[in-house]
Each structure stands twice: as structure tokens, then as C-alpha cells.
């Protein structure tokens, strides 16, 4: 889940922190949706554009915290009803 984001942020990152350093990004699929100042505002943004589809936010220059919930992991709840 979110490889392709993933792998589409590690590939762009580098040049989109030149013009937003420290921005958070959205990424959906192979596509930018938008840089924006704060986590909020690109979390907001994220669940207009996609409401329950997953997408990926991250801040441009640091390194991604690694969030691990195990009753989702265990797939013991789903995060898309």
C-alpha cells in the first residue's frame, strides 16, 4: 500500500525541497497534489481531494517517522470501512 507514492516522492523529493524546503507534500498515485506549510493544512487537503483513499504526506527534508499500529497490521480493523 502507497509503494507507488513512495517511490514517486523518493524520485521527486530532492528538487521539490529546493523550491518548498520544509513544505509537507501530498502524493496520490504518480502525481504532486500540492506542498503546504503545515501538516494540518496538507492532511485537510489529502482528505477533500480523497476522502478515504489512502494517500501519502510527507515533509520535505526529514526523514519519515515509522508509525506501526498492530491491530491494523494484524488486520484486526480496517481503516477503509
Do not use: C
Not at 523550491?19 to 492532511?43: C, D, M, Q
Amino acid at each position: 500500500m502507497l509503494d507507488r507514492e513512495r517511490a514517486y516522492f523518493a524520485a521527486h523529493a530532492p528538487e521539490w525541497e529546493r523550491g518548498h524546503p520544509g513544505a509537507f507534500v501530498v502524493v496520490k498515485n504518480e502525481r504532486l497534489v500540492g506542498t503546504y506549510a503545515s501538516i494540518e493544512e496538507a492532511l485537510a487537503a489529502g482528505a477533500h481531494e480523497f476522502g478515504l483513499q489512502a494517500f501519502l504526506v510527507r515533509q520535505l527534508g526529514v526523514p519519515p517517522l515509522q508509525v506501526r499500529i498492530p491491530a491494523l497490521t494484524l488486520g484486526l480493523l480496517r481503516a477503509d470501512p
